[in-house]
């Protein structure tokens, strides 16, 4: 059965407004990612998302693919962001049946939790790898579609560029607040995080002039994510979920969905090299469950 649209985005978002747009999702069986793409599906968009895990990346896709009958979401497994021919293959496979690239969400992240203490030279390593090298990888090998996409809807004769037929050659990579403060057991994730931030502001800085946008969302605490179930039992156990927040609880996985709705939207069209943090007011006060 369908959830409802109010479920996984607002009601506010024109429902066909990624009509013909594909959106290509790492780490897009998990959580939030999932959440981000299931909301474009509805919005008219087709989506490949990839994840490490065959049956659960091929499960989730059939679920987002409900969002809008008719829509086609490929769920390709057995692809690790660090894995670049496989990433290529995964990318071909996408632009072939699905008709090119206008959308890339970068999602893909490691994480546990460990003391600096306890985190081995290869524990560090492998969520750099993951989540900046990763990145990096996807960005690479998906930019050339991006590129395509912006040139056939965005006019790019003048500056600010004008679409024709709403955006193409958008990026958001999903990275978090707690780089900007630092957290206890969160060493190696913090440090790949900034790197992503840095990613996408380069990115938006080399390219925006081939009208190419790339932007971060930056979620805080998000409830039903097992990153943040895991994160908070360990870093403030028994704590009342959002107790600390400004607005006083925990947010939704539909509010990064919101979120990526409007970064790809035209309401966005002037915003690159931007942060968009959706955390309830958290990180500024160094609230964190
Ligand atoms: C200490 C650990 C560890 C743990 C792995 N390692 N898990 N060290 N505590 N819990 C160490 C291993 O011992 C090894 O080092 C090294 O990391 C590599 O381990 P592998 O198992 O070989 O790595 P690999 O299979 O490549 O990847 C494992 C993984 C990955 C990085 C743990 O499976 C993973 O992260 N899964 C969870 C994904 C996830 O939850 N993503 C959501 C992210 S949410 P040695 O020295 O022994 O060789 C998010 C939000 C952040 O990012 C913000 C929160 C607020």
Known sequence: MPLPKHEYVSEVWKDSIFKGKVVYCTGGNGSICSAQVRALVHLGADACIVGRNV????????????????SKVLGIGGIDVRDVEALRKSVDRTVKELGGIDFLIAGAAGNFLVPMSQLSENAFKTVIDIDIIGSYNITKLVLPHLVASAKKYN??????HTPTSGPGGRIIYVS???????????THVSVAKAGIDALSANVAIEYGPLGITSNIIAPGPIGNT????????????????????PVGRWGKVKEIADATVYLFSDAANYVSADNLVVDGGAWRIGAVS
Do not use: C, W
């Not at 049956?55 to 987002?64: L, N, Y």
């Not at 097992?226 to 927040?245: C, F, H, N, S, W």
């Open 55 to 70: 049956e659960k990346t091929e499960r989730v896709a059939k679920d987002i693919a409900t969002a809008r009958p008719g």
């Open 155 to 160: 006019s790019t004769s003048t500056l600010p």
């Open 226 to 245: 097992e990153g943040m179930d895991r994160l908070a039992k360990k870093v403030a156990p028994g704590e009342t979920p959002g107790r600390q927040i």
């Open 176 to 186: 978090a607040t707690i780089h900007y403060t630092g957290l206890p057991l969160q």
